[in-house]
């Protein structure tokens, strides 16, 4: 019966117009609309809650456990923060970088602190971190990168190679295949897998040179 | 918003963009060197069983595996 109530008085927080059912479809604002006063509880929840069971403590929303986003500073931050993940490891961990130049669908794009808000597709190329005078070296295989306000960078590779674990023999052999491939193609989806061979390691070959 | 600009050649021949970033995945991961190639390629196996529910009955699951027993 108290769940009952404690949904109710959630979702009457948090929604602007009222259906019958309301439980089920909540309003949820944006995240960026998330402020860090709702880490303290939603105080008409607890005041309902404290007037049927003033003896428990009030349980904690799951919003209380939300980490809010790092706050956009008014004045252009010196670094850039880079999280740069992999489906089976995080590459970097909110580490603190001059530049880094990704290989965007519309080419390399660089990023410094202050970069306007963006979301970039990426396609199969070398990623590099700048960090003074050090230059990390990535080759990606598909992925995006997020560029937020506050100067924080979010890139996610589904493949990330350093470039000295290339093996040269086995992209110069790919890459003549693919190519032969393509011209042999019949199909539509033959044709298009032999042009992602191509494009694939042609990015390879020109990351071991270039 | 303008409808966006011309598809990717993949997307016109039918592909999702999981199929084609598991291709490319596939590609890079062929072209590492020897130590870590193996150790790429045994991560990125899968073997799972799949089967169709018709009126509430399993019908026969088939196994799809990427490792070369079973």
Known sequence: MFRQVANRLLTRSTTTYTTTGAAATVCRPYATDVSTEASTGDSDFIEAWKKVTPNIDPPKTPIQFMEPRPPTPSTLPSKLTVNFVLPYSSELSKQEVDMVIVPATTGQMGILPGHVPTIAELKPGLLSVHEGSDVKKYFISSGFAFVHANSYADILAVEAIPIDRIDKDQVQKGLNEFTQKLSSASTDLDKAEAQIGVDVHSALNSALTG | ?70
């Open chain 2, 1 to 70: 918003m303008a409808s966006t600009a011309a598809v990717p050649f993949w997307r016109s021949a039918g592909m999702t963009y999981i199929t084609y970033s598991n291709i490319c995945a596939n590609l890079v991961r062929n072209c590492l060197k020897e130590p870590y190639k193996s150790e790429a390629i045994s991560r990125e196996k899968v073997h799972f069983s799949v089967s169709k529910w018709t009126d509430g009955k399993q019908e026969k699951p088939t196994i799809r595996s990427d490792s070369p027993d079973a």
